[in-house]
């Protein structure tokens, strides 16, 4: 009998399977997880640009474009910190996009599949080293 560990949106982490809205992977499976932030590297030189605009050419934009560049350099560095994707590699996949959303979400998820790893690993030891 599966126990859930960990659910939330389209997140399922049970004790023998890990499921996302693209696809389902077996724990036993996963060699690696890893959560990365594609879309800060992304936003980084327009949130200069913008800053750089706004300082160098302050006296000649309206007020709404000036409000839009201070929007560009502040929110979307942010957005980009906040939004991340968990990639998942297994023995059927090499590196597959799992799943994409908010940091916390995937971190959360990440920390439960990281115990259900672990406990299965120890398992694993624990019955091999009896032999």
């Known amino acids: 009998m599966q126990k859930i560990i960990y659910s939330k949106d389209d997140i399922i982490v049970s004790t023998a399977l890990f499921k996302t809205a693209r696809r389902t992977y ?5 060699e690696k997880i890893a959560i990365k932030r594609p879309l800060l590297w992304f936003s980084l030189p327009i949130a200069l640009g913008s800053f750089a605009l706004l ?3 302050q006296s000649y ?3 709404h474009e000036r409000w839009f ?5 502040i929110l979307l560095p942010l957005i980009g910190w906040f939004i991340a994707t968990l990639n998942v590699t297994s023995r059927a996949y090499t590196n597959d996009l799992a799943a994409i959303g908010w940091m916390p979400t995937l971190s959360a998820a990440r920390n ?3 115990t259900v ?3 299965t690993n120890y398992r694993a030891d624990v019955v091999s080293h009896e032999d």
């Open 26 to 30: 077996r724990i036993s499976d996963i």
């Open 55 to 57: 300082s160098n050419f």
């Open 61 to 63: 934009l309206y007020v």
């Open 69 to 73: 560049c201070m929007a560009g350099f």
């Open 112 to 114: 439960a599949l990281d």
């Open 117 to 119: 790893i672990f406990k």
